[in-house]
């Protein structure tokens, strides 16, 4: 039997076996997504709001089993950003896809999902029992400033740090892969 990346067999994933690894979720040609747990077809949003639920699922494509979760997800992150505030400026956006091709590629992604890491364990930490809306923490976050200032420093210092570490692991693995280059000055 082979197995994906999540530990779920294939037949237990095409079959959509409840129980048995993440809630599988089919995509067909039609576009639909078919919920192989409620045996139901959902949306867009309701895929969001597993997200939000933090429900482990995977979406594959009905006919070839191929795994098309992320870009179910990168549709869910499209439509947020057309709609509403966007959480990503032009020029990040930029930013980020000029790192696509580039030697730093999976470095980036690494870096910026460790950062959202400690982004939401800082944000947990501060929340404690409390589930805190977006409105809630606009609220608190415009009464706590100077606070806020020195955490959000330390949370910038910490991701500086991050950064620099990921820098000399790279120059350490060049020096090893590549002994006097570039050369010492």
């Known amino acids: 039997m082979a197995s994906s990346r999540r530990g779920v067999t294939a037949e237990a994933a095409s079959a959509g076996v409840a129980g048995e690894g993440p809630r599988v979720l089919k995509k067909y040609p039609n576009r639909r997504l078919y919920d192989t747990q409620t ?33 179910i997800l990168l549709q869910i992150i499209l439509e947020e950003e ?17 790192f696509y091709g580039h030697a730093m590629q999976g470095m980036m992604g690494a870096y910026l999902e460790k950062n959202l890491q400690t982004f939401v364990e800082l944000q947990k930490r501060m929340a404690g029992p409390a589930t ?54």
Do not use: C, H
């Open 39 to 71: 045996s139901s077809y959902i949306t867009l949003a309701d895929v969001k709001q597993m997200v939000l639920a933090a429900e482990a699922f995977e979406v594959r494509d009905a006919k070839t089993g191929e795994d098309l979760t992320r870009s």
């Open 82 to 98: 057309s709609g509403g505030v966007p959480m990503f400026s032009e020029q990040m956006l930029a930013q980020i896809i000029r």
């Open 132 to 185: 805190f809306t977006p409105e809630m923490w606009t609220q608190f976050l415009s009464g706590q400033a100077p606070g806020m200032q020195g955490l959000m420093g330390t949370y910038l210092e910490q991701s500086k740090n991050l950064f620099t570490q990921m820098q000399e692991q790279m120059a350490k693995q060049a020096e090893t892969l590549f002994p006097g280059f570039p050369p010492k000055r």
